[in-house]
């Protein structure tokens, strides 16, 4: 679906935009121009950017935290 009729970017532009790492409309228009001419389709732009985020598996800091003390180098045991 077109979200950005300035420049034709469609709602699977913006989703790939989040993916690459755009997280705020000013981002995502920097990457696919959505949202950075008239501004008529911001609040579609964040909708989608809010959906795309919400959908990304959530990383868990601690098992993270706790992966990297438990990694070390080969032969150090």
């Given at each position: ?55 990304r ?21």
């Open positions: 679906m077109y979200v950005c009729l300035c420049v034709g970017a469609t709602n699977q532009m913006v989703s790939d935009a989040v993916a690459a790492g755009a997280c705020t409309s000013k981002e995502v228009a920097a990457m696919c121009g959505a949202g950075g001419d008239c501004g008529r389709c911001r609040c579609t732009v964040r909708d989608i950017i809010e959906a795309t985020l919400a959908a598996p959530t990383v868990d800091s601690d098992a993270l935290h706790r992966l990297a003390l438990d990694i070390s180098p080969v032969g150090s045991h």
